[in-house]
């Protein structure tokens, strides 16, 4: 994706950068071609392009046909940090899906923190609406500004939405970090059906 060049930004040659990403990668098993293009595995390249790869098969993410052979304990820490890394990369698609039902199943146990997300979502939607062509730098605005955060901490404290959303994200990351870790990157796809 292209962009164009402003004071904020820098317009680089995609051989440059792509040189650049290669004196960068720490090892060699941590880069990939994604679209004949080089691509460091380290999470502090990670794009939106990568979060926009659609979902892999639920068979070949669990690998159900070849669980001996796609699951494993880690040696060490830092292959178990390889493996997250290079799971997260292939399975993108598959973690945000199951990010999604896991925090929808931790709110289905917390009915008034989910009408506490909807409240506060439809409560800033609407100052959205309504102030769009009031002057932001005036009174009236800064006054109503403060009131719907006011009402915003007031809902979220009210409904315990802070610790639904800490419950749900420490759940996910442990699922996903679990998975990851124990998921071989290079195992086999599954088996055709019979």
């Not at 292209?2 to 880069?31: C, K, M, Y």
């Not at 730098?137 to 901490?153: D, E, H, N, P, R």
Request: a positive charge; hydrophobic letters at 45%.
């Amino acid at each position: 994706m292209a962009f164009n060049s402003n004071p904020l930004s820098l317009s680089i040659p995609q051989a440059t950068l792509d040189a650049w990403v290669h004196e960068q990668a720490p090892n060699g098993d941590a880069r990939s071609r994604r679209n004949g293009t080089p691509v460091n595995r380290s999470l502090a390249y990670f794009t939106v392009d990568d979060l926009m790869q659609p979902p892999k098969p639920w068979r070949e993410f669990f690998a159900v046909d070849r669980l001996r052979d796609a699951y494993s304990l880690p040696d060490r820490w830092r292959d178990t940090s390889s493996r997250i890394t290079a799971n997260i990369y292939t399975f993108i698609g598959n973690y945000l899906r199951l990010a999604l039902v896991l925090m929808l199943c931790v709110l289905y146990k917390r009915p008034v923190a989910l009408l506490g997300i909807i409240v506060v979502a439809k409560a800033w939607d609407w100052f959205r609406l309504n102030s769009a062509d009031v002057d932001r730098q005036g009174l009236g605005y800064k006054i109503s500004y403060v009131a719907i955060s006011l009402f915003t901490w007031g809902i979220l404290v009210y409904a315990a939405v802070t610790i639904a959303l800490l419950i749900g994200g420490s759940v996910t990351c442990g699922v996903i970090c679990l998975h990851g870790a124990l998921r071989r990157p290079g195992a086999l796809k599954p088996k055709g059906r019979r």
